[in-house]
């Protein structure tokens, strides 16, 4: 064995020994200074069996690794590593429960690695179905002459298993709903369907709408509204909550009707305020210079049916991508709102 691989391993060996605490800040990032960036890839070969990729992107002269990641020891069970570089492996080794580590480094007078390169590939098996995560918490970079660069990456993979509806199937929003679902946006019911096409009220609105923007709901909170006691109970701090947020207001006559449905007009004046539009300047003071109140007409074959007050909302979600229309040129603004475009729309903020 020549003296640069001999030199190699020794060094690798001791990465493994110092520093075995790697920096556990809660910033996610997936590029440090300079070029070169993290990122993984998640396939399933069967129902328990996740194979977790780990990439490293801009690559110059990539020789040798130490790296160390970060998985849920009580849902996922590494079973093997495998690693397409050529070379000698150390580990991988397990510190702390559920920190793993790896070094790896080629041998020999070669040339390091360059452009994209796949560091390692790791099957785990899937001992829960809860969704978890792999963390890229530390890699450290050496290249042909022994020179090393740290990174802290932090990059995250989801591990989860796609919830299954009897109902979406085939549907057009099919994978939305399944994001939405596991991402904690919406939730299915007992029977399990998701009923995909069922009307939404304002109170499940809220509550979607909430979770999605992920804002702090109030534990108590008493409600300004005169039908404030038919208010279910769950429904209540997701209403304050949007209220609070001037995302969702009441009505003129002081109710909130937490049970009525909603139509586009209203979806569309909701999901304006979440990109910063306020109802206070509908004269077009915070509109975007490219689109007015007039320019729907000939976007929607349908824009004479919408309601003066509605057209600057709907004027901003158009521009946003946060709405369209339903086909033919029509955005239908007195249509009811179901789960699944509530959802699809959700997602898109």
């Known amino acids: 064995m020549n003296r640069r691989a001999s030199l ?8 493994l020994l110092i520093n075995a605490t790697p920096s556990m800040a809660a910033v996610v990032v997936e590029k440090e200074a300079g070029d070169i960036s993290f990122h993984f890839t998640v396939t399933e070969r069967n129902d328990r069996d996740v194979i977790v990729a780990v990439h490293a992107t801009g690559s110059q002269d990539l020789y040798a690794y130490d790296m160390v990641l970060d998985t849920d020891a009580e849902r996922l069970q590494l079973k093997n590593v495998s690693i397409e570089i050529a070379g000698f492996t150390v580990g991988p080794m397990m510190e702390e429960g559920n920190l793993i580590r790896i070094a790896h480094t080629k041998t020999g007078p070669s040339p390091g690695e360059n452009g994209e390169v796949k560091l390692a590939t790791l099957m785990f098996e899937r001992l829960r179905d809860e969704p978890t995560a792999i963390w890229l918490r530390q ?3 050496v290249d042909s002459k022994l020179e090393m660069a740290a990174y802290e990456p932090h990059v995250k993979a989801m591990i989860m298993k796609f919830p299954s509806f009897m109902d979406i199937e085939g549907h057009w929003a099919e994978s939305d709903i399944q994001e939405a679902v596991i991402r904690g946006v919406a939730t299915g019911y007992e029977n399990g369907a998701f009923r995909p096409q069922r009307e939404v009220t ?3 609105f809220a509550a979607m709408l909430i979770r999605a923007m992920n804002i702090p709901v109030p ?3 008493e409600l300004p509204f005169s039908d404030k006691d038919g208010i279910p109970l769950w429904a209540a701090p997701f ?3 949007a209220v609070d947020a ?6 003129e006559d002081g109710t909130f009707r937490w049970n009525q449905r909603m139509n586009r007009e209203e979806l569309a004046a909701v999901m304006a305020r979440t990109v910063g539009f306020e109802a206070e300047r509908v004269k077009g003071a915070n509109m975007s210079p490219s689109m007015e109140p007039t320019d729907l007409e000939p ?11 509605a ?3 709907i004027a901003t979600v158009v521009e946003a991508g946060l709405m369209k229309g339903r086909g033919e040129k029509r955005f239908v603004p007195e249509a009811w709102v179901t789960r699944a475009e509530a959802v699809v729309v959700l997602l898109r903020r």
């Open 8 to 15: 190699l391993i020794i060094m690798l060996s001791l990465l």
């Open 139 to 141: 890699v450290k970079l």
């Open 202 to 204: 304002r109170a499940e």
């Open 219 to 221: 534990e108590a909170k």
């Open 239 to 241: 209403i304050a909550a």
């Open 246 to 251: 001037k995302l969702m207001a009441g009505y």
């Open 299 to 309: 976007v929607f074959a349908d824009s004479r049916q919408i309601s003066e007050w």
């Open 311 to 313: 057209r600057p909302y």
